[in-house]
């Protein structure tokens, strides 16, 4: 059996989100009809989601088939923003009981707020003096430098994430 790590997703406040997985057999066709659950838990104080609210108790929510004909396999959960009112890191990982499936579990975290809105302000922050400043300077040789260094930054950024997040998926498959 193989686990398969999804990327950290970074949502705004007031977004929702869509969890995917994909179930397949041993020789990678996609597995329908399967039985897929979902446990998403809060960092902050290790509540788990029950589908409308988070609680203190373990809780699991089931993964829909999207489309078994044209996407076999293909399993979804579309995470409400209601769901959320302040800044979170969400952990969640996926399983499935039916037999056949050999690439379970899935796991994967959501980071929802928190410097991810302040990102977004900056980089429209960034956009608009990227207008004027060239004006400014008579070249816009320094505005692409300085973009160049921001990007380079963020990307950094997510690897290191992208790190944690896998010693973190060790930790929490093996949680109860």
Known sequence: MSSSLNEVTRIQLGESHI????????????????????RVRRASDGFFFTGTTFQSGV??????????????????????????????????VATCTTAGVTNEPWYGQIKVGGWVDYVNYDLETIGAAAIFIPALLGTTNTIRTMLTVVDDGIKGIFRVVQDIVARLGQILLRMP
Do not use: R
């Not at 969890?19 to 979902?38: E, F, R, Y």
């Open 19 to 38: 969890i995917a997985v994909m179930a397949h057999d041993s020789s990678g066709v996609g597995v329908t009809g399967a039985t897929v659950n979902l």
């Open 59 to 92: 809780a699991t929510v089931s993964m829909t088939e999207f489309d078994s004909t044209n996407l076999p396999g293909l399993y979804t959960y579309q995470f409400p923003a209601a769901a959320i009112s302040q800044a979170a890191t969400l952990l969640y």
